[in-house]
């Protein structure tokens, strides 16, 4: 993604309607305020509501990296080719797509499959029982962890994965009715016998705004929301996923991807090349077909730079978070005081502040509204995958962050929501969950239709 003309166009024009609406009228001085609910990235927010909201580079940053955020952004909309070729070679054998872009479109939520078709960018997680030498999920014999539906010329593809729909119909106290989508998963055209026991698990590709500022938020800021026993008795027992650093070769935190199995932002990055598109790198040097018949026998592993490798990580580290709109609205406030009423902020933390970090200024001691804790929770039967990912159970999810939500409309011409976008809009979302959520979802079941439009408001504002 090359920095967009329309980025800079479009910066401009916001800048002048701010100047505009300053010069006419009255200053307001929460504008310009850390504590602004408008600001949700802090110092790196961005005031586009339009189709590019998610794909803009932090606004405050040094000029020489904002040139680095510029070649990550031209790989992570490179198209890989299978090698030998003399641009983006290293593509397969195995494959789910070809570039990064194709998966995260515009920077945002991936696509869900329809009724008969495999996955265009929803992924698929396979293990069987027990773990690896790490503590993760233990591969599939003849699969990986992956299933890739896609191959290079000659080679047999892995499997395809079909989706179908039954819609059950519910209701709300005040006699409403409304559907949730259930989906069904079957794993065909496998290439060779694909085990009984094996435990599979839809993940839609997720935004990527905002993550460098996620990232710089301390562990032990983390650490310290996470209450395992309940011992406050809210019935919330958020808790932490520990998972294999394979940069650090030790146990650490996670904080990324829909289980929080992944540490940082590097390794999400080389482990989505390499699972996704068969890009080996330093970090993981392996074909995702070594061991199995597709496997192509090349020594051209690593295929892709440290260089290169860094500058996407980096592309996506500094990538900017849209801001709040609408927050003066009465109905947007009355709908916040519904969310807060209904406890969906013990999980949906509002606030979260980067640490202090000399050596990246821009996301340094940044008050920030990311309305996540990165911690999991159990959401009960309804939602669970029953695959197990390091710590983390088949009940259990990372509490996705809200903001920019109200734009996906915009931004990726579509509405579905959750780890494999089977909720169709924000409320069939809020009322799939269950487990630790399930009291906040009966309160949400219990309100009026006024009271319903109003909260969604507010999570459209976001």
């Known amino acids: 993604m090359h920095l967009r003309k329309t980025y800079k166009i479009g910066l401009l024009f916001a800048v002048a309607i ?19 609910a408008i600001l949700s990235g802090g110092q790196q927010t961005v005031f586009d509501a339009g189709s590019g909201a998610f794909g803009h580079p932090f606004p405050v940053m040094p000029e020489n ?41 515009s920077d945002g939520r991936g696509k869900v499959p329809g009724i008969g078709d495999t996955s265009v960018s929803t992924l698929f997680r396979v293990s069987i029982p027990g773990t690896d030498a790490h503590g993760g ?7 990986g962890d992956q299933i890739q539906n896609r191959s290079i ?3 047999q593809k892995e499997a395809d994965v079909a989706v179908s729909y039954l819609d059950q119909r519910f209701s709300f106290d005040d006699g409403t009715f409304y559907y949730l989508r259930i989906p069904t998963y079957s794993i065909i055209n496998t ?62 935190l996670g904080r990324f991807g829909w289980k929080a199995n992944q540490p940082s932002i590097l390794q999400q990055v080389a482990g989505a090349l390499n699972g996704d598109m068969g890009i080996t790198s330093s970090i993981f040097p392996k074909e995702n077909s070594v061991g199995q018949p597709q496997f192509d026998h090349r020594n051209d592993d690593p295929e892709l730079s440290d260089s290169l490798l860094h500058a996407i990580a980096f592309y996506i580290k500094t990538l900017a978070v849209p801001a709040r709109r609408n927050v003066d609205d009465p109905v947007v ?7 807060l009423q209904a406890g969906c902020n013990t999980c949906h933390t509002p606030d979260q502040r980067t640490k202090v970090d000399v050596s990246f200024p821009a996301i340094s001691n940044q ?50 929501f959750l780890h494999d976008g089977r909720a169709r809009s924000l409320l069939e979302g809020i ?32």
């Open 431 to 462: 009322m799939w969950h269950g487990g630790e959520a399930e009291n906040s979802r009966n309160k949400v079941k219990a309100m009026t239709l006024t009271e319903r439009n109003a909260l969604i408001q507010f999570l459209n504002s976001l």
């Open 333 to 339: 406030k009355q709908g916040e005081i519904l969310f």
């Open 137 to 143: 999920p233990n591969p599939v014999p003849g699969f």
């Open 153 to 155: 010329f000659n080679t």
């Open 191 to 252: 290439y060779t016998a694909f085990p009984g026991n094996a435990m599979v698990s839809p993940r839609v590709a997720a935004p990527v705004f905002g993550l460098g500022l996620l990232e710089a938020i301390s562990d032990e800021d983390i650490l310290s929301k996470a209450d395992e026993q309940d011992t406050n008795g809210d019935g919330i027992s958020g808790r932490a996923n520990f998972v294999w650093n394979y940069v650090t070769n030790s146990t650490t």
């Open 65 to 105: 990296l904002q040139d680095v955020h510029e070649v990550g952004d031209a790989q992570f909309e490179a198209t890989f080719v299978s090698a030998p070729a003399p641009l983006n070679p290293g593509r397969g054998p195995l494959f789910n797509n070809v570039s990064c872009s194709a998966c995260h479109i």
């Open 367 to 416: 008050l920030i509204h990311p309305y996540t804790d990165l911690l999991l929770h159990d959401m009960g039967n309804g939602l669970a995958d029953n695959r197990p990912d390091f710590l983390a159970n088949g009940r259990e999810w990372r509490t996705a962050p809200l903001w920019g939500i109200g734009l996906t409309q915009k931004v990726n011409g579509h509405n579905n």
């Open 18 to 36: 701010v100047l505009l609406q300053i010069g006419c009228s009255k200053f307001d001085k929460t504008f310009q305020t850390e504590n602004s």
